[in-house]
């Protein structure tokens, strides 16, 4: 392939940490205000077999002003809200919740026992769509495609597409602003994943499993690591030698001021001050 290969620019290490009712997880981006990529503005990696590490899930609790990603890999949680919607989220799942101007809901465990593993992800909304009306979409496994090959490589396109010679992947999510690109992949040992993004997309890599040595430096990153990676055509990475899987993140930056209060973000401190007196005043989800 033919164009400049997006070197590695700085590693994040994830830093474990709980949220919610005290739900063990490990954060990326969004453990402080310097650890973001515009639009990504945080993103989690919840995984434990231990349930009181999260048995007690995610009470009801406010966003306004982005969209929440929870991609589950093993469990099953049952997502609640404010407008009444109810939606399972199961192994291999996604939910993509766009907050909009705001949304009440809770995420809750329906397993007393097992693994429960998976990430979230939050995306920032532009200026212009802040305040837009809150929705969201539960996508079961079945509606994601996959593609794999019997040397161990496989691709699931969440947003965003991927294309190899004849072989076309359209994720489910598209037409946002950011045009997001997210895909779980997965390679055996040694094996080279060589492919074009988007020119002017910020590209951020996270590392769950195996490693992976990243651009044509081969800067190596590791499991619980996630890598920003700078301008370029193509993304190359190779596999370790135990194999590696990771998430692609790539989407368009905003280029707008991030003004955040907990699980509020806006532009200026004034919106995050009337989002908290809307929240304490019910008027939060009022036009919801």
């Not at 490990?26 to 205000?33: D, E, I, M, T, W």
């Not at 406010?62 to 109810?86: C, I, K, S, W």
């Not at 979230?120 to 212009?128: E, V």
Request: hydrophobic share 40%; net charge negative; charged share 20%.
């Amino acid at each position: 392939m033919f164009g400049s290969i997006k070197p590695l620019q700085r590693v994040i290490e994830a830093l474990r940490t709980s949220d919610g009712a005290g739900v063990s997880l490990y954060r990326s981006l969004g453990q402080s205000h310097f650890a973001r990529l515009d639009p990504f503005l945080m993103l989690d990696e919840f995984g434990s077999d231990r349930p009181n590490e999260y048995i007690a899930g995610f009470p009801a609790h406010p966003h306004r002003g982005f969209q929440t990603v929870t991609y589950m890999l093993a469990g099953h949680m049952l997502h609640e809200d404010h407008l009444g919607n109810r939606g399972h989220l199961k192994a291999g799942g996604v939910q993509w919740m766009t907050a909009g101007r705001g949304i009440i809901h809770s995420e809750m465990p329906q397993q007393e026992s097992g693994l429960m593993r998976g990430f979230q992800l939050w995306i920032n909304l532009p200026a212009k769509e802040k305040m837009r009306p809150a929705e969201y979409r539960d996508l079961e496994a079945s509606e994601i495609p996959v593609h794999e090959t019997l040397d161990g490589f496989r691709i699931k396109v969440i947003a965003g597409r991927w294309q190899r010679g004849d072989v076309i992947l359209d994720g489910p999510i598209i037409g946002m602003s950011t045009a997001p690109e997210f895909w779980d992949v997965t390679l055996p040992a040694g094996a080279v994943f060589d492919e074009a993004l988007p020119l002017g997309h910020h590209t951020y890599l996270y590392v769950f499993e195996g490693a992976l040595e990243v651009g044509a430096t081969a800067t190596s990153l590791r499991a619980r690591q996630g890598g920003i990676l700078g301008e370029g055509e193509r993304l190359q990475v190779k596999a370790g030698r135990d194999g590696g899987r990771f998430l692609l993140l790539s989407a368009k930056p905003l280029g707008e001021p991030v003004v955040q209060h907990g699980p509020f973000v806006m532009n200026t401190r004034e919106e995050i001050e009337q989002a908290v007196r809307d929240y304490q005043t019910g008027r939060l989800v009022a036009a919801g």
